[in-house]
């Protein structure tokens, strides 16, 4: 232990961001400086990640959560949490990082053909060298994401070659040669200049070739003139149009890879147009531009921005501002650095499924690690108040007290146990342990809700002082639930106003079924998949048939599958501090859900309508109801199943809307002298919702109060 009293350090909220700035502050080469206490609402951890072990076990989660191959950050702190926690595999069914997550190499969206189908696109990924969360990590340059996609255009229109090879076949004859492509920059221009002066870019072999000149130039930025790299680039993609986009028509897989080729070649444009390569902010110089918007003013044709790979971009990160679907929205920087990062970047695979719920792969191990380092958990916690200190000549702006409700109370103010045993593998269960609680049974009968933002119930309130209860902050509840708890910070900082007026967030709906046919069954021959860009108003899904054994439902089903997206927000006028509104959005999903299964899901599944046109609802698995209350047929059948509004402040998901990001709050931010922030709506370098962004804001945290880990070992942290 250190000498001298440690620093009180209190994380409020348990989600990735808060979950890093704890394991980070507590590492041993701390040296016990800091003292941790997480407050958390409610009786888990997880934040917009939390998952719960409802009836037979089955695992019901906030929504869809898949790890990307690129995600090195929370890879690398998860790798570290399952070599300290030391699982015993003779005990535990998960006790390894790589039992937690096995490799998917498979991704899907669906495309709208030109005649009106939904047609599946499914494509399987390479195995790349290494894992996420290697040591080795590199660290890319706007100038190796342009080289890279370079590359890939050459990759693609190698591919397409050979459907042309019978036009080559009748004698058109090949380009010349290209000189100079080692030589000098002298050299290099000149040929640029000659190809354009002789159109010797008429065919694809000449096609080829000039992208390879092309390739060559851009990796040599700035060394040659960027408007005759420009000109040189538009002839190659009118070159590329001219013998790809016409012969389109009728041949999808064609379309399909035009339509990438295309999309590639306007960021190429945009990069050099916006010489992004020699600007210090990188691809955060065009996130004043919608993504869609930055790609049509590089080129990109209508029909590929409204492809089915851009749909997905915003399908994924529920880019739909205010929930409108006929809104999508999202910074032109971050999207294309979070399309560079996942298609150039990912080691192993391109996505990484978890094997049971997220609580129990992710924030299992991590309570149960942090708990073992001395970390005190104080659940039933939900803050009300950030109070900050009245202002006085030659005192910084910092926050005074913290104010919570106190909701419920363990006997002896002994520590709540949180996690239950399924099978040897620690859990969170999907409601508290009412046992545990003082007066439990009655707030079961009662209807507490600990979880949700409308029931204010509390069992006592709590006001922590700063010198006595803590020395530092970490802010890490959600976005939505900032402007209620932080007001004050608003209104004594500018910054942080701006992130209020500016900065959203949106709520998201999702649905789980389990069923008693196979995939196949259901008419989906294709590989277990995760599948993006369907129709509203769910547009994502995802096979989880991988977690059929790690639940207890008897009968076992044999399918299971999760569906998310988008939840618009309610019309004007709508009285969202009614106690009923929850129960509103709640049954709304409901509703969308049946008539998305009664209408859409036969676009994926051919065989989920039976022989009147109806959804075969017979085919759910009901086996966690009791069988006097089991529907005989019909959509009541869907009762038996799992669905959720994610309307609570704290769960919304955090937009990354054009001309918003630069007013993002970071974590290094010394607006106030003992509080830092924590959360993927933070400014931590990769300004978009998911795992990897709020464990990147939690390391920044940590940086902020103990100046580890070094800005330099978080893995694409790129600020200047």
Same mark, same amino acid.
């Given at each position: 232990?250190?000498?001298?009293?440690?620093?009180?350090?209190?994380?409020?909220?348990?989600?990735?961001?808060?979950?890093?700035?704890?394991?980070?502050?507590?590492?041993?080469? #701390?040296?016990?400086?800091?003292?941790?206490?997480?407050?958390?609402?409610?009786?888990?951890?997880?934040?917009?990640?939390?998952?719960?072990?409802?009836?037979?076990?089955?695992?019901? /989660?906030?929504?869809?959560?898949?790890?990307?191959?690129?995600?090195?950050?929370?890879?690398?702190?998860?790798? #570290?949490?399952?070599?300290?926690?030391?699982?015993?595999?003779?005990?535990?069914?998960?006790?390894?990082?790589?039992?937690?997550?096995?490799?998917?190499?498979?991704?899907?969206?669906?495309?709208?053909?030109?005649?009106?189908?939904?047609?599946?696109?499914?494509?399987?990924?390479?195995?790349?060298?290494?894992?996420?969360?290697?040591?080795?990590?590199?660290?890319?340059?706007?100038?190796?994401?342009?080289?890279?996609?370079?590359?890939?255009?050459?990759?693609?229109?190698?591919?397409?070659?050979?459907?042309?090879?019978?036009?080559?076949?009748?004698?058109?004859?090949?380009?010349?040669?290209?000189?100079?492509?080692?030589?000098?920059?002298?050299?290099?221009?000149?040929?640029?200049?000659?190809?354009?002066?002789?159109?010797?870019?008429?065919?694809?072999?000449?096609?080829?070739?000039?992208?390879?000149?092309?390739?060559?130039?851009?990796?040599?930025?700035?060394?040659?003139?960027?408007?005759?790299?420009?000109?040189?680039?538009?002839?190659? +993609?009118?070159?590329?149009?001219?013998?790809?986009?016409?012969?389109?028509?009728?041949?999808?897989?064609?379309?399909?890879?035009?339509?990438?080729?295309?999309?590639?070649?306007?960021?190429?444009?945009?990069?050099?147009?916006?010489?992004?390569?020699?600007?210090?902010?990188?691809?955060?110089?065009?996130?004043?531009?919608?993504?869609? /918007?930055?790609?049509?003013?590089?080129?990109?044709?209508?029909?590929?921005?409204?492809?089915?790979?851009?749909?997905?971009?915003?399908?994924?990160?529920?880019?739909?501002?205010?929930?409108?679907?006929?809104?999508?929205?999202?910074?032109?920087?971050? $999207?294309?650095?979070? $399309?560079?990062?996942?298609?150039?970047?990912?080691?192993?695979?391109?996505?990484?499924?978890? !094997?049971?719920?997220?609580?129990?792969?992710?924030?299992?191990?991590?309570?149960?690690?942090? $708990?073992?380092?001395?970390?005190?958990?104080?659940?039933?916690?939900?803050?009300?108040?950030?109070?900050?200190?009245?202002?006085?000549?030659?005192?910084?702006?910092?926050? !005074?007290?913290?104010?919570?409700?106190?909701? $419920?109370?363990?006997?002896?103010?002994?520590?709540?146990?949180?996690?239950?045993?399924?099978?040897?593998?620690?859990?969170?269960?999907?409601?508290?342990?009412?046992?545990?609680?003082?007066?439990?049974?009655?707030?079961?009968?009662?209807?507490?809700?600990? /979880?949700?933002?409308?029931?204010?119930?509390?069992?006592?309130?709590?006001?922590?002082?700063?010198?006595?209860?803590?020395?530092?902050?970490?802010?890490?509840?959600?976005?939505?639930?900032?402007?209620?708890?932080?007001?004050?910070?608003? !209104?004594?900082?500018?910054?942080?106003?701006?992130?209020?007026?500016?900065?959203?967030?949106?709520?998201?709906?999702?649905? #789980?079924?389990?069923?008693?046919?196979?995939?196949?069954?259901?008419?989906?021959? #294709?590989?277990?998949?995760?599948?993006?860009?369907?129709?509203?108003?769910?547009?994502?899904?995802?096979?989880?048939?991988?977690?059929?054994?790690?639940?207890?439902?008897?009968?076992?089903?044999?399918?299971? +599958?999760?569906?998310?997206?988008?939840?618009?927000?309610?019309?004007?006028?709508?009285?969202?501090?009614?106690?009923?509104?929850?129960?509103?959005?709640?049954?709304?999903?409901?509703?969308?859900?049946?008539?998305?299964?009664?209408?859409?899901?036969?676009?994926?599944?051919?065989?989920?309508?039976?022989?009147?046109? !109806?959804?075969?609802?017979?085919?759910?698995?009901?086996?966690?109801?009791?069988?006097?209350?089991?529907?005989?047929?019909?959509?009541?059948?869907?009762?038996?199943?799992?669905?959720?509004?994610?309307?609570?402040?704290?769960?919304?998901?955090?937009?990354?809307?054009?001309?918003?990001?630069?007013?993002?709050?970071?974590?290094?931010?010394?607006?106030?002298?003992?509080?830092?922030?924590?959360?993927?709506?933070?400014?931590?370098?990769?300004?978009?919702?998911?795992?990897?962004?709020?464990?990147?804001?939690?390391?920044?945290?940590?940086?902020?109060?103990?100046?580890?880990?070094?800005?330099?070992?978080?893995?694409?942290?790129?600020?200047?």
């Amino acid at each position: 232990m250190s000498a001298g009293k440690p620093i009180e350090v209190a994380i409020i909220g348990g989600g990735c961001a808060g979950m890093a700035a704890a394991f980070e502050l507590t590492r041993p080469e #701390q040296d016990g400086k800091y003292r941790v206490t997480v407050y958390q609402q409610g009786f888990r951890l997880g934040g917009k990640g939390a998952s719960g072990r409802g009836p037979g076990d089955r695992i019901e /989660e906030h929504g869809l959560h898949l790890w990307m191959g690129f995600y090195e950050n929370a890879f690398r702190l998860m790798r #570290q949490c399952y070599a300290e926690l030391g699982r015993d595999p003779r005990q535990c069914p998960i006790a390894d990082w790589k039992q937690a997550f096995e490799p998917d190499h498979f991704c899907g969206v669906t495309d709208h053909t030109p005649d009106g189908r939904w047609s599946p696109w499914v494509v399987a990924f390479p195995a790349t060298p290494g894992l996420p969360g290697d040591a080795d990590a590199q660290r890319w340059s706007v100038r190796d994401y342009l080289g890279r996609s370079t590359t890939l255009v050459l990759t693609l229109l190698r591919a397409v070659r050979p459907r042309f090879e019978k036009a080559a076949s009748k004698g058109v004859a090949p380009p010349s040669s290209v000189p100079g492509d080692d030589s000098s920059g002298t050299d290099l221009a000149a040929t640029m200049m000659r190809w354009l002066r002789y159109g010797e870019l008429a065919t694809l072999a000449g096609l080829l070739q000039g992208l390879e000149l092309l390739d060559a130039v851009v990796r040599n930025l700035p060394a040659y003139p960027r408007e005759l790299i420009l000109n040189f680039h538009e002839a190659i +993609a009118g070159a590329a149009r001219a013998q790809l986009a016409t012969r389109t028509q009728g041949d999808d897989e064609l379309r399909r890879l035009w339509e990438i080729i295309d999309l590639t070649l306007a960021v190429v444009r945009g990069i050099i147009r916006f010489q992004l390569v020699s600007d210090p902010r990188g691809f955060s110089a065009i996130d004043n531009y919608d993504c869609r /918007e930055w790609l049509k003013l590089n080129g990109a044709s209508e029909s590929s921005t409204n492809g089915a790979f851009v749909r997905a971009l915003y399908d994924l990160a529920f880019a739909y501002e205010d929930g409108d679907v006929s809104r999508p929205r999202i910074a032109a920087g971050q $999207a294309l650095r979070g $399309a560079v990062r996942a298609f150039f970047t990912y080691r192993g695979a391109f996505f990484w499924k978890m !094997q049971a719920g997220m609580g129990d792969v992710v924030f299992a191990p991590f309570y149960e690690v942090l $708990a073992r380092r001395g970390v005190r958990f104080e659940f039933f916690h939900r803050l009300t108040r950030v109070e900050l200190a009245p202002a006085a000549p030659g005192v910084s702006p910092h926050v !005074q007290a913290l104010h919570f409700d106190q909701q $419920a109370r363990v006997p002896g103010d002994a520590p709540y146990q949180p996690l239950v045993d399924v099978r040897g593998l620690p859990c969170w269960p999907a409601e508290p342990d009412w046992a545990q609680l003082v007066d439990g049974e009655r707030l079961r009968a009662e209807g507490w809700r600990f /979880e949700s933002h409308w029931d204010r119930r509390r069992a006592g309130t709590k006001r922590l002082e700063v010198m006595r209860d803590f020395d530092v902050v970490v802010l890490s509840v959600g976005l939505g639930a900032l402007p209620e708890v932080a007001a004050e910070l608003a !209104q004594q900082s500018p910054r942080w106003q701006r992130m209020f007026e500016t900065c959203k967030c949106v709520a998201t709906q999702a649905f #789980q079924l389990w069923m008693d046919v196979d995939m196949p069954q259901l008419g989906w021959t #294709q590989p277990q998949i995760n599948i993006s860009g369907f129709v509203e108003p769910f547009d994502t899904w995802a096979d989880m048939r991988q977690l059929i054994p790690q639940e207890s439902m008897s009968p076992a089903p044999r399918s299971i +599958a999760y569906f998310c997206s988008v939840l618009p927000d309610p019309p004007a006028g709508t009285d969202i501090a009614s106690p009923r509104y929850p129960e509103q959005r709640y049954e709304e999903v409901r509703a969308n859900a049946v008539h998305f299964l009664e209408r859409y899901v036969v676009k994926l599944w051919p065989l989920a309508l039976d022989e009147r046109g !109806q959804f075969r609802w017979d085919t759910l698995n009901v086996s966690t109801l009791p069988v006097s209350e089991v529907p005989p047929a019909g959509a009541a059948r869907f009762a038996s199943q799992f669905w959720t509004a994610n309307v609570n402040p704290s769960d919304r998901y955090s937009l990354s809307l054009p001309g918003t990001l630069e007013h993002r709050v970071s974590p290094l931010d010394r607006s106030f002298d003992n509080l830092t922030v924590a959360g993927d709506w933070s400014d931590c370098g990769f300004n978009e919702g998911c795992v990897e962004a709020a464990v990147m804001s939690g390391r920044l945290a940590a940086h902020a109060i103990s100046q580890r880990p070094r800005l330099e070992e978080i893995v694409g942290y790129d600020h200047p």
